[in-house]
């Protein structure tokens, strides 16, 4: 079965550190790969998408990710994290099949992040 | 990307009893999808809401625990029945078009007592 796993539960930066987050996964085929965030009180946001081309995917507010299919992994990063950064992030893989596309996610990385 | 609307935001139910959560799109979109995010964990595909058909459910959930309707390309509803403790958790609806990426709704915290 596939799996995906984030290997921080919670992290915790000071302003302007840089950010990295781990997400592998466990599937042979092709996957899209994804990174939700969720700030507090609010609904889970689209981060960035890989689905095929250049691994090295951008997204919003300065975030980015690399695709490194031979280590099965799709790390999130950020070279200088702003307090308004915390939130929860989730990576997620979707494969696409004829009965629709199926998203698995993380278990969610907790970033908090000190003035 | 699509403008999606739960109903209710939140409730809070008693054991036994059945809630509806409805989930509205704003555009019409290829697919619909349920999750449930228990306390403190991830998001667990509940099932895959099919327009004219019936849900397809993910290992673990069955039609008469979580009933689903899909009634046109815009809706779809989700249903807890039978309502325990456990069933805590926020209930989230998804769209996506064709093969496109999953756009997901504010969900629903529905707390049972």
């Known amino acids: 079965a596939q799996s995906v796993s984030q290997h921080n539960h919670h992290v915790i930066l000071s302003e302007a550190a840089s950010l990295e987050l781990g997400c592998n996964y466990s599937?042979?085929?092709?996957?899209?790969l994804f990174w939700y965030v969720q700030y507090p009180g609010q609904h889970l946001q689209l981060l960035l998408k890989y689905f095929s081309g250049d691994p090295l995917v951008k997204g919003i507010k300065g975030f980015e990710a690399e695709f490194i299919k031979s280590k099965f992994s799709f790390n999130l990063r950020k070279p200088s994290v702003q307090w308004s950064d915390t939130a929860e992030y989730f990576c997620?893989?979707?494969?696409?099949?004829?009965?629709?596309?199926?998203?698995?996610f993380g278990e969610g990385t907790q970033l908090t992040v000190n003035p | 990307s699509a403008v999606i609307s739960q109903k209710p935001s939140r409730d809070i139910c008693q054991r036994g009893t059945s809630l509806t959560i409805q989930c509205q799109v704003d555009s019409q979109v290829t697919m619909m999808f349920w999750y449930r995010q228990q306390p403190g964990q991830s998001l667990t595909l509940i099932a895959t809401?099919?327009?004219?058909?019936?849900?397809?459910?993910e290992s673990g959930f069955v039609i008469d625990k979580f009933p689903i309707s899909r009634p046109n390309l815009t809706f779809s509803t989700l249903t807890v029945s039978n309502m325990s403790p456990e069933d805590s958790s926020i209930y989230l609806c998804s769209v996506a078009s064709a093969q496109e990426t999953q756009y997901f709704g504010p969900g629903t915290r529905l707390l049972v007592l």
């Open positions: 809401a099919n327009q004219g058909s019936e849900a397809t459910y």
């Open positions: 997620a893989v979707g494969r696409w099949e004829t009965s629709g596309s199926r998203l698995t």
């Open positions: 599937y042979g085929g092709t996957v899209n």
